[in-house]
């Protein structure tokens, strides 16, 4: 590692804060009495369902989809044979499935947005980001979206950006042809449970060639105590079409945990491309069960970049079905896991063309008494040719108590692929510390600095702003671990 | 609709009776642990689709009717490999029973070392065997086999090497098991008190290629503190066996084990080896190579458990897959949050020589102390195209640069084991199931 030349370690003046990012607990952790316009109680009946379809003025179709995913939900036992014993600790019917203050159709400019919920976001910085580079923001509030925009030029590009209450009244041609496709409801009983009672989230439709030059964005945030907060994402990316899409997600601590369970589906079609960045850091008390997949067809790359800070327990591990020949997936992760936290991540990719190829790449950081765990699927079938993979996990671990573990599963078929992988579990070495101890860093600053040092070719990976933040709140979460 | 299995399927009560009342002679606290594991045998279950210790494995394969539990003993032909390695003794086993004995070198006896078969231990040694017979447990989830083992297994051996004592050249032990539907039940336990060193080889044969028959063997190792054990064993069951291994391995302070595994035959083998390491020095090297042909299904999974600090273990699985054979390792390091300063690895290497083979890995780390080196690998992937041009460029027909290349890809293993004879065994056993 490059010994320290530059001041960055130091935390002399405050880095700048990125508040979309939603990454410092301190600037989001506050909560307003918003009175909300529609509740669907607490519990989860068939009456939740009819309450939320009502609301929404949904097609019989959705209401349909929905009944149908309670009863798959309900038939589903938790995944504790593999999974942590923890998940037996959320009560489903003491959550609160659906909260809004009316927010049928998304107000267009700031002005119209009420004003407990602008002065939310505008803690946040939602508006100042907008100016700056951003093509368009989609800030969800509890259930539904309050606010949404897109810049003219890239919906000029023909570049659809709703919400997906919205998209389903608008496009439900365009949305119900890839709805549930790439993760059926079955899937597992989190995405049963989205599939449910899902509301909100991102509708995304990038039309044939079109690459768009910015991010768009979107940032989601819980409010209100014991809400379960079911965002429903969908992008299209059509043949040759590029998109890089952002989400931070936030809420307030609480002192009874709240569940947030989201489902992302990806579409890239021949050729095109997608990256899809999520920086996580929810309330240490929010159960983060988490579905997300892709679907790439021939010659697309499909590439997630998964930062994992904040929450309870977050299951998530972003997948990649290869669909089309010479189709791409890559996951990159990043898990940091302090005192409390469980941050069971990982990836899935998926074989199913010749000459596929899949990347892994996943670090986590064990703080205190945090535990991170590498959970992972690579499958190459054997009617297949020419397939790669490559995973590498590494963690690194603080303190003494501190642990990690990894679970990868390969199945290989035929003789004409190759799959690798590799782990490793490590410590910081003593010796760097002394190096830094020796040139005047604290014991503290230099273990920042290892830190930091261990991720950064995976945080280089984040848009630059997020990457700054990213540093920042590793330095943040470190503080304290030391001596 | 699933079909219900019997969980018992040809073990009934009646054949559990039969088999108590012909243990005349032998300590009560022998009998009062086949009666305990009857009991979990009879009441766990068969792996189901939720188990996680069974994940890819083929759980219809796993059946166990159509078995004769009281196979017949029978009188060995033994196989060459067996005879003619030399060796400090040996035991042959046939259906269970003791076929053929090797006596013990004079001097050896005298200083102590103790190689007999387990009936005969437990009632010259009762006392000794007891304090390590089925003490440790793989607890890898075939429990139910291992129970099925303890409350049938008729004989085995029991070998134990004074401290300071080395015993120089190995010890053989040979089962072999004849007849349609025959099931054996090996075990073999062995003590190296502090300093001691030896080696066993063990081999596992059927007098059938293709018998249906199954077997379910034990083999645990005990090293005191400082004691060196190495443990060469090779699997060459019948094509339609349905094999269940279990070993455990304890490694005290200072202590150096390796256990060496050759996997071969069976229809369907699953072999579950856990290492503990107590003391603080201890090291553990876990070894196998298989060759899977045909169907075949070789399950292996192993746990590399540290429990003291200083401790090392090091784990290389290597498998070639031919045909639509499958294998499955799933391996897990274990670190406790006192094994500060662990040195673990674990790796996984599977050569495909087929287009429908199927190789999964599952290489898990569970690590709960911060200062320790950990890590694993999985690698799967062909035949390097360029190695087999350059031999083939040179004349050698393509089977025999595919054989070498083979035995390279096998070498780093097959190098560590410590005689000569035993090297030579094993490579005409490997060959010998390559040209089939």
Same mark, same amino acid.
């Given at each position: ?11 002399? #003046? ?63 036992? !938790?995944?504790?044979? =593999?999974?942590?014993?923890? &998940? ?15 927010? /049928? ?30 093509? @368009? ?19 000029? %590009? ?8 919205? $998209? ?40 044939? @060639? ?18 379960? /907060? ?112 469980? %941050? ?6 998926? +074989? ?42 590494? $963690? ?48 503290? /600053? ?38 | ?52 210790? =069974? ?24 196989? #060459? +490999? ?54 440790? +447990? ?17 004989? @085995? ?38 300093? $001691? ?70 229809? %369907? ?11 603080? @020095? ?17 399950? +292996? ?44 690895? %674990?790796?996984?290497?599977? !050569? ?51 054989? &070498? ?32």
């Amino acid at each position: 590692m490059k010994p320290p030349s530059e001041p960055e370690a130091t935390p002399a #003046a405050p880095a700048p804060v990125n508040p979309l990012a939603g990454l410092d607990q301190s600037v989001s952790d506050f909560s307003y009495d918003v009175k909300y316009d529609y509740d669907a109680g607490t519990g989860l009946t068939p009456a939740t369902i009819d309450y939320i379809s009502s609301v929404k003025k949904e097609a019989a179709w959705i209401r349909e989809f929905r009944h149908h995913a309670l009863k798959v939900f309900e038939s589903k036992p !938790l995944p504790t044979h =593999w999974a942590t014993k923890d &998940l037996e600790t959320l009560d489903f019917s003491k959550i609160r499935y659906y909260l809004s203050q009316g927010a /049928q159709k998304p107000k267009r400019t700031w002005e119209e947005v009420p004003d407990d919920i602008k002065r939310t976001f505008e803690r946040l910085g939602v508006p100042e980001h907008e100016r700056k580079f951003l093509a @368009g923001v989609d800030a969800q509030f509890d259930s539904e979206s309050a606010y949404s925009s897109i810049k003219e030029v890239v919906a000029k %590009q023909g570049v659809i950006f709703m919400n997906s209450t919205e $998209a389903l009244r608008e496009h439900p041609d365009l949305f119900r042809k890839w709805f549930g496709k790439v993760i059926p409801t079955s899937d597992n009983k989190f995405s049963a449970l989205n599939s449910a009672v899902f509301s909100g989230g991102s509708f995304i439709y990038v039309p044939p @060639g079109v690459k768009v030059a910015h991010p768009l964005q979107a940032y989601f945030r819980i409010n209100a105590e014991n809400f379960g /907060q079911f965002e429903r994402t969908l992008i299209i990316v059509d043949e040759g079409a590029e998109l890089t899409y952002m989400e931070g997600c936030t809420a307030p601590k609480f002192s009874t945990s709240t569940l947030h369970s989201a489902v992302v589906e990806l579409v890239a079609m021949k050729d095109a491309k997608i990256q899809y960045i999520t920086v996580q850091n929810w309330a240490p008390n929010v159960y983060n069960l988490v579905t997300k997949r892709g679907l790439a067809h021939e010659n697309a790359e499909i590439k997630w970049i998964d930062c994992n800070i904040g929450s309870h327990l977050t299951m998530k591990y972003p997948g990649v079905v290869l669909k089309g020949r010479k189709a791409r997936g890559e996951v990159v992760s990043i898990a940091l896991a302090n005192d409390g936290q469980h %941050q069971d991540t990982g990836a899935k990719m998926i +074989h199913l063309a010749d000459e596929t190829t899949s990347t892994i790449i996943s670090k986590s950081i064990s703080v205190g008494q945090g535990r991170s765990t590498y959970r992972g699927v690579v499958r190459i079938p054997k009617h297949l040719k020419g397939c790669k993979n490559n995973t590498e996990c590494d $963690a690194l671990l603080i303190n003494t108590n501190s642990r990690t573990d990894t679970y990868p599963a390969i199945t290989v078929q035929g003789q004409t692929h190759a799959a690798q992988h590799e782990a490793s579990v490590s410590k910081v070495s003593e010796e760097m510390i002394f190096y830094m101890q020796q040139r005047g860093l604290t014991e503290a /600053q230099a273990m920042s600095l290892a830190v930091n040092g261990f991720v950064n070719d995976l945080v280089r990976q984040f848009p630059m702003e997020y990457s700054v933040e990213l540093k920042r709140l590793i330095d943040l979460e470190m503080e304290g671990s030391v001596g | 609709m699933p079909e219900t299995i019997s969980p018992t399927g040809s073990f009934t009560p009646d054949v559990f009776a039969q088999h108590l009342a012909a243990q005349t002679g032998l300590p009560d606290w022998w009998l009062d642990a086949k009666r305990t594991a009857w009991a979990q045998f009879q009441a766990s279950p068969l792996p189901t689709i939720r188990d996680e210790a =069974w994940r890819f494995s083929t759980r219809s394969g796993i059946k166990l009717d159509g078995y004769a539990p009281a196979s017949a003993s029978a009188s060995a032909q033994l196989p #060459a +490999h067996a005879s003619d390695l030399p060796c400090a003794a040996r035991l042959v086993f046939s259906n269970n029973a003791l076929a053929q004995r090797t006596a013990l070198a004079a001097d050896l006896a005298a200083r102590g070392v103790i190689v007999e078969p387990l009936r005969d231990a437990l009632v010259k040694h009762g006392d000794l065997v007891r304090r390590y017979l089925n003490q440790q +447990h793989t607890n890898l989830g075939a429990d139910k086999f291992r129970a099925l083992h303890t409350a049938l297994a008729h004989d @085995g051996v029991f070998i134990y090497v004074p401290a300071g004592v080395e015993v120089p050249t190995p010890i053989a032990v040979v089962h072999q098991v004849t007849g349609a539907g025959a099931t054996v039940f090996p075990h073999t336990l062995v003590v190296a008190e502090a300093n $001691a060193r030896a080696t066993i080889a063990e081999f596992f044969t059927s007098a059938e290629a293709d018998a249906v028959q199954l077997a379910s063997g034990v083999n645990d190792l005990f090293a005191g503190p400082g004691a060196q054990l190495n443990y060469i064993a090779a699997q060459a069951w019948s094509s339609q066996t349905l094999a269940f291994q279990h070993n455990a391995i304890t490694a005290d302070r200072d202590a150096r084990i390796l256990a060496l595994n050759v996997h071969l035959g069976g229809r %369907q083998a699953r072999h579950e080896s856990h290492s503990r390491l107590i003391g603080p @020095g201890a090291h553990s090297e876990m070894l196998a190579l298989t060759v899977a042909q045909g169907t075949q299904e070789f399950d +292996h999974r192993t746990l590399q458990t540290h429990q003291a600090p200083h401790t090392s273990s090091n784990l290389l699985y290597k498998n070639a897959l031919l045909d639509s054979a499958r294998t499955i390792f799933s391996g897990l390091i274990v670190v406790e949050p006192d094994a500060q300063k662990t040195d673990a690895y %674990q790796s996984n290497r599977n !050569l495909m020589l087929s287009d429908t083979a199927e190789a999964n890995s599952l290489p898990g780390l569970e690590i709960q102390a911060n200062d320790v080196r950990c890590s694993h690998g999985a690698t799967t992937s062909r035949i390097d195209p360029e190695q087999e041009f350059y031999l083939l460029a040179r004349g050698i027909p393509k089977a025999q640069a595919a054989e &070498l290349l083979l035995f390279g890809f096998f070498e780093k293993v097959l190098g560590q084991i410590p005689h000569e004879g035993l090297y030579q065994t094993i490579r005409t056993l490997i060959q010998t199931k390559l040209k089939k």
